[in-house]
């Protein structure tokens, strides 16, 4: 038997593992973190249903009629596809769109840009880059990062809708996991999490309000003198606009729109106002998919800068940028060479800061041609449950002109496909990995391939060079060479440790430049890293009432505005969807829809669930267990319940990424947030009535207009 070390790839986490090896070089077994998503490795290698050779389709789109082919036919075909496409419509006509997993998207967006596309679209349109991009406009530095590692500095923790038991490996045993003695702990959730039980104060605020709940934190703090007024009279910009605007969110009026108790409310602002330092840990979503999440997350990002907790041991850090493999994406030559993105027409602001088009747009482009039309797309690892309305992004798929991509099975995507491509695993590729780590230290390091492909199987990257040397690209593209692509990327580490990166399993631990740069410049405690490089925004100091904002016709200030569909903002809908819908907390058995098929993840979660309060659960004569359907205006989806009084009355939750239960069938997509183009998962209208009863109703395809009999397949 021989033990290979690897690193796992379940999640973005990389952690090391070691696999063990038969004698025939077959892996049977991994090593690793306490996390359930590492064991699987092997039953997705192994699993029957996965994707192992080409296939065209054979019949209508979405029959799951193909065909096997063979790599020739398959890049043939893409290539000469895509390059009809450039002719009749113009390069920017054909998209691309990387999904899961990340580890080739330099290679996707580089074939995209050299190819002639500005159109490279990511899952981050929905998923983490809007927090960034909140950070990046209010402080010139991302702080999401490094809200969730531990300090031993730390007195006291806000911790703000993340569930690290069910979010950060290694889960249970994350430091964050469990309450610290001595350490004071206030917890902002619709959901009463196991954290939540430890804590001093658990604010269960209703979905969407989060903005509305900050800013009256902000109201508290001021009122009672706790700010650190010498850091606002110095870095901050925009502080006397802002006081005047939180004036009106008193304690009595954000306890009644969020839905709390207002001593709660004026305790967990005390104890995190007056207990220094304090940290606020931060989910990259949670609060940023909603109708105002942007300017919700400025609002409680600007927390630790009122407080004097900003960039420093014990708060909230910047993260800071460390050595990293060099750009091999093309993205200055998009910028410089090729049309708008999709979404530069639309969101600005966001496309200013992340590298990517606003995939979010992708359906609009495809089935009405706004902002831009889109005829083809390749893509990997796409599922349309990614979209709000997802239906309607399955439809736009349908109606493509051609559509290629890979997976390892097929989904609601794959079949609407053209060509779809059977992808290796984690196991079977290789990959130069930058882990960003925390606030001044990440890793690098190459993983090689465990083993072979199973079946005819290849690594993304490996399909994005061959594409381009069929397209006429070859020596944009290594000649089709994955290693000579990786290790041009390896170019941008220094040569003092590249060897060390790709020969040593373990990888190299590199660390930011600035901790160096403040000790040398005397300031031994090596953080508030502004007092040497100052504040990277427009106006050089925190951005309470941003120029930059204002300039694009947005509030320069944090506004606080109601989700789109609410019991306040949306009455009249009331009748019809009496209670809030809020979706996507996460658990160690899954990444979204990533461990559907394996059968040791769904012994732990084999239904795809939605949480309902008893209260709620009794007039509605809802039993635990029974099956149940949720409606919204866009359709109704079957689950079944949990009855439990963790989630807040008032208020349901279901899980997210289940095929046959996909709840974004539900959500809303013509809401998106204004400046990120988010869609709002996490707040909208619903109502759940017993299965028996929804099956004499009918949904509303939005799509198509069709009427659809309600589907309860996953709640049988």
């Given at each position: 038997?021989?033990?290979?070390?690897?690193?796992?790839?379940?999640?973005?986490?990389?952690?090391?593992?070691?696999?063990?090896?038969?004698?025939?070089?077959?892996?049977?077994?991994?090593?690793?973190?306490?996390?359930?998503?590492?064991?699987?490795?092997?039953?997705?290698?192994?699993?029957?249903?996965?994707?192992?050779?080409?296939?065209?389709?054979?019949?209508?789109?979405?029959?799951?009629?193909?065909?096997?082919?063979?790599?020739?036919?398959?890049?043939?075909?893409?290539?000469?596809?895509?390059?009809?496409?450039?002719?009749?419509?113009?390069?920017?006509?054909?998209?691309?769109?990387?999904?899961?997993?990340?580890?080739?998207?330099?290679?996707?967006?580089?074939?995209?840009?050299?190819?002639?596309?500005?159109?490279?679209?990511?899952?981050?349109?929905?998923?983490?880059?809007?927090?960034?991009?909140?950070?990046?406009?209010?402080?010139?530095?991302?702080?999401?990062?490094?809200?969730?590692?531990?300090?031993?500095?730390?007195?006291?923790?806000?911790?703000?809708?993340?569930?690290?038991?069910?979010?950060?490996?290694?889960?249970?045993?994350?430091?964050?996991?469990?309450?610290?003695?001595?350490?004071?702990?206030?917890?902002?959730?619709?959901?009463?999490?196991?954290?939540?039980?430890?804590?001093?104060?658990?604010?269960?605020l209703r979905p969407g309000t989060d903005g509305a709940l900050a800013l009256g934190f902000h109201h508290l703090i001021f009122e009672n003198g706790w700010q650190d007024q010498k850091f606002l009279d110095e870095w901050c910009n925009g502080v006397a606009a802002f006081r005047d605007y939180i004036k009106d969110f008193t304690p009595e009026r954000v306890a009644e729109i969020c839905g709390i108790d207002e001593q709660d409310l004026r305790r967990a602002v005390e104890i995190y106002a007056t207990t220094k330092p304090s940290q606020i840990t931060l989910s990259p979503t949670a609060t940023v998919q909603h109708s105002n999440g942007f300017q919700n997350h400025r609002a409680l990002i600007l927390l630790p800068a009122v407080t004097g907790n900003l960039d420093r041991e014990g708060g909230n850090r910047f993260f800071s940028t460390k050595v990293s493999p060099?750009?091999?994406?093309?993205?200055?030559?998009?910028?410089?060479?090729?049309?708008?993105?999709?979404?530069?027409?639309?969101?600005?602001?966001?496309?200013?800061?992340?590298?990517?088009?606003?995939?979010?747009?992708?359906?609009?482009?495809?089935?009405?041609?706004?902002?831009?039309?889109?005829?083809?797309?390749?893509?990997?690892?796409?599922?349309?449950?990614?979209?709000?309305?997802?239906?309607?992004?399955?439809?736009?798929?349908?109606?493509?002109?051609?559509?290629?991509?890979?997976?390892?099975?097929?989904?609601?995507?794959?079949?609407?496909?053209?060509?779809?491509?059977?992808?290796?695993?984690?196991?079977?590729?290789?990959?130069?990995?930058?882990?960003?780590?925390?606030?001044?230290?990440?890793?690098?390091?190459?993983?090689?391939?465990?083993?072979?492909?199973?079946?005819?199987?290849?690594?993304?990257?490996?399909?994005?060079?061959?594409?381009?040397?069929?397209?006429?690209?070859?020596?944009?593209?290594?000649?089709?060479?994955?290693?000579?692509?990786?290790?041009?990327?390896?170019?941008?580490?220094?040569?003092?440790?590249?060897?060390?990166?790709?020969?040593?399993?373990?990888?190299?631990?590199?660390?930011?430049?600035?901790?160096?740069?403040?000790?040398?410049?005397?300031?031994?405690?090596?953080?508030?890293?502004?007092?040497?490089?100052?504040?990277?925004?427009?106006?050089?100091?925190?951005?309470?009432?941003?120029?930059?904002?204002?300039?694009?016709?947005?509030?320069?200030?944090?506004?606080?505005?109601?989700?789109?569909?609410?019991?306040?903002?949306?009455?009249?809908?009331?009748?019809?969807?009496?209670?809030?819908?809020?979706?996507?907390?996460?658990?160690?058995?899954?990444?979204?829809?990533?461990?559907?098929?394996?059968?040791?993840?769904?012994?732990?979660?084999?239904?795809?669930?939605?949480?309902?309060?008893?209260?709620?659960?009794?007039?509605?004569?809802?039993?635990?267990?029974?099956?149940?359907?949720?409606?919204?205006?866009?359709?109704?989806?079957?689950?079944?319940?949990?009855?439990?009084?963790?989630?807040?009355?008032?208020?349901?939750?279901?899980?997210?990424?289940?095929?046959?239960?996909?709840?974004?069938?539900?959500?809303?997509?013509?809401?998106?947030?204004?400046?990120?183009?988010?869609?709002?998962?996490?707040?909208?209208?619903?109502?759940?009535?017993?299965?028996?009863?929804?099956?004499?109703?009918?949904?509303?395809?939005?799509?198509?207009?069709?009427?659809?009999?309600?589907?309860?397949?996953?709640?049988?």
């Amino acid at each position: 038997m021989q033990i290979v070390p690897s690193t796992c790839y379940e999640c973005d986490a990389n952690c090391a593992i070691a696999v063990e090896l038969d004698d025939s070089g077959e892996p049977i077994g991994v090593k690793g973190p306490d996390c359930p998503r590492c064991y699987v490795q092997i039953d997705r290698r192994n699993h029957p249903d996965r994707l192992l050779y080409p296939l065209k389709r054979s019949g209508p789109k979405g029959s799951g009629q193909f065909e096997r082919i063979g790599w020739d036919e398959a890049f043939d075909t893409i290539a000469a596809r895509l390059d009809h496409t450039r002719q009749q419509h113009g390069a920017p006509a054909v998209a691309f769109f990387a999904g899961y997993t990340k580890e080739a998207r330099p290679q996707l967006q580089r074939l995209a840009h050299a190819f002639g596309s500005p159109n490279y679209l990511t899952e981050s349109g929905c998923c983490f880059s809007a927090t960034l991009v909140a950070e990046k406009v209010t402080f010139g530095a991302r702080i999401k990062t490094t809200s969730t590692v531990v300090s031993s500095k730390t007195k006291g923790i806000l911790n703000w809708s993340t569930n690290p038991r069910g979010s950060i490996p290694p889960f249970d045993g994350h430091p964050l996991a469990n309450r610290k003695p001595g350490l004071a702990l206030v917890v902002v959730d619709p959901r009463r999490t196991p954290l939540a039980e430890q804590a001093d104060v658990h604010l269960q605020l209703r979905p969407g309000t989060d903005g509305a709940l900050a800013l009256g934190f902000h109201h508290l703090i001021f009122e009672n003198g706790w700010q650190d007024q010498k850091f606002l009279d110095e870095w901050c910009n925009g502080v006397a606009a802002f006081r005047d605007y939180i004036k009106d969110f008193t304690p009595e009026r954000v306890a009644e729109i969020c839905g709390i108790d207002e001593q709660d409310l004026r305790r967990a602002v005390e104890i995190y106002a007056t207990t220094k330092p304090s940290q606020i840990t931060l989910s990259p979503t949670a609060t940023v998919q909603h109708s105002n999440g942007f300017q919700n997350h400025r609002a409680l990002i600007l927390l630790p800068a009122v407080t004097g907790n900003l960039d420093r041991e014990g708060g909230n850090r910047f993260f800071s940028t460390k050595v990293s493999p060099k750009p091999i994406e093309l993205f200055d030559h998009c910028l410089n060479e090729l049309p708008p993105r999709i979404g530069d027409e639309v969101f600005p602001i966001w496309t200013r800061y992340w590298p990517a088009g606003q995939s979010m747009l992708l359906p609009n482009c495809i089935l009405d041609g706004q902002p831009q039309r889109v005829h083809s797309l390749l893509a990997m690892g796409i599922n349309t449950a990614m979209w709000p309305n997802s239906k309607r992004m399955e439809q736009a798929l349908g109606t493509l002109d051609f559509f290629a991509v890979s997976d390892f099975f097929h989904n609601e995507a794959t079949l609407q496909a053209d060509i779809v491509l059977p992808a290796a695993t984690n196991l079977e590729r290789p990959a130069l990995i930058a882990y960003p780590g925390c606030a001044y230290q990440g890793e690098l390091r190459y993983r090689r391939a465990v083993v072979a492909p199973k079946g005819e199987a290849k690594p993304d990257a490996q399909v994005y060079l061959e594409l381009g040397v069929r397209l006429g690209m070859a020596d944009q593209f290594w000649n089709g060479d994955l290693e000579a692509c990786w290790a041009e990327a390896g170019e941008g580490i220094p040569e003092e440790i590249r060897a060390e990166v790709f020969t040593n399993p373990d990888g190299v631990t590199v660390y930011a430049d600035i901790i160096e740069e403040l000790v040398e410049h005397g300031f031994l405690d090596a953080d508030r890293s502004y007092r040497l490089k100052g504040i990277n925004t427009r106006s050089g100091k925190v951005e309470f009432d941003a120029e930059e904002l204002k300039e694009a016709g947005h509030d320069g200030l944090p506004v606080y505005r109601e989700p789109a569909e609410s019991p306040l903002s949306t009455p009249e809908r009331l009748a019809d969807y009496p209670l809030v819908l809020t979706s996507g907390a996460r658990t160690k058995f899954d990444t979204h829809s990533q461990h559907q098929r394996l059968e040791r993840m769904r012994r732990a979660v084999p239904n795809p669930l939605v949480e309902i309060h008893p209260t709620d659960a009794a007039v509605r004569g809802i039993q635990d267990g029974e099956p149940v359907v949720v409606r919204s205006p866009r359709g109704q989806v079957g689950f079944i319940a949990k009855v439990t009084d963790k989630v807040k009355a008032g208020v349901v939750h279901c899980t997210h990424g289940w095929r046959g239960a996909n709840i974004n069938e539900l959500t809303d997509d013509r809401t998106l947030d204004p400046i990120s183009g988010f869609p709002p998962f996490k707040s909208s209208l619903c109502q759940v009535e017993k299965a028996a009863a929804a099956e004499r109703q009918a949904r509303p395809a939005a799509a198509t207009g069709i009427t659809q009999p309600a589907d309860l397949s996953a709640a049988a």
